[in-house]
C-alpha cells in the first residue's frame, strides 16, 4: 500500500515538474513557444507587403502595433518564467504544501493563458489594419511558402537518410560477422601468424 501511495505521488510531482518548466507549453505548440498557423502568418506580413499591395500607411501601422505589443510580451514572457519558478521552488521543497503548489500552478497557466492572449490580440490588431483582399492574398501567399518549407523539410529528411547510409558500418548486420555479401579472401594454403 505504502509503495502504491509514494509510486502515484511521484507520477504526480514529474507530471506537475513538466508542467512547472514550460514542457506541456512547448507540446502544445509543436515544440516552441510560439503559435503555428491560423493568423500566426499576419506576424511577418512584412515579408509579402509588396505581393499583398501594403502601403507605407499600413507598414507604419503595422510596426507600430507590433513595438507596443512586443513590450507586452516581454513583461507577460517575464511573469511566466517567474511563475515557473515559484512553482519549481514548491515542488524541490519536501515541506509544501500541496494546496500552496496548486496555487503556483495555476499562477503558471494564468500567466501562459495571458501570454497567449496577448499574442493573438496582436495578430488581430496586424490583421485589422489590412483589407478583406489583403488578408485572402497573405493567406494564399502564406498557405504556399508553408507547403514550399514542407517541401524543403522533406528533401532535407531524404537527404539526410541517403547520407546516412554511406556512414554505415561496411559489415553490416547487427555486428556478428561480416554480413552479407562479404567474400572472404581465397586460401592461399599458406598460413598466417
Partial sequence: ??????????????????FAFGGWDRARHGGRGKMRGGFGAF??????????????????????????????????????????IDLRALMSDVEAKSSDIEVAY????????????????????????????????????????????REKMKEHRLQGRKEFQHHRRPMGGMGFGPGPGFDFPPETGEEHD
Avoid at 499562477?107 to 493563458?113: C, D, I, P
Fill in 106 to 149: 495555476k499562477n503558471l497557466q494564468a500567466n501562459q493563458q495571458a501570454l497567449e492572449l496577448e499574442r493573438v490580440r496582436m495578430i488581430l490588431r496586424i490583421r485589422d489594419v489590412l483589407s478583406v483582399n489583403q488578408r485572402a492574398k497573405a493567406k494564399d501567399i502564406m498557405k504556399e511558402k508553408i507547403e514550399e518549407r
Fill in 1 to 18: 500500500m505504502r509503495r502504491k501511495i509514494l509510486a502515484v505521488a511521484i507520477v504526480a510531482l514529474l507530471v506537475v515538474g513538466a
Fill in 43 to 84: 506576424g511577418r506580413i512584412e515579408e509579402i507587403a509588396d505581393e499583398i499591395g501594403l502601403t507605407d500607411r499600413q507598414l507604419d501601422e503595422i510596426e507600430q502595433i507590433k513595438l507596443e505589443e512586443q513590450k507586452k510580451l516581454i513583461d507577460l514572457r517575464a511573469e511566466v518564467q517567474k511563475s515557473q
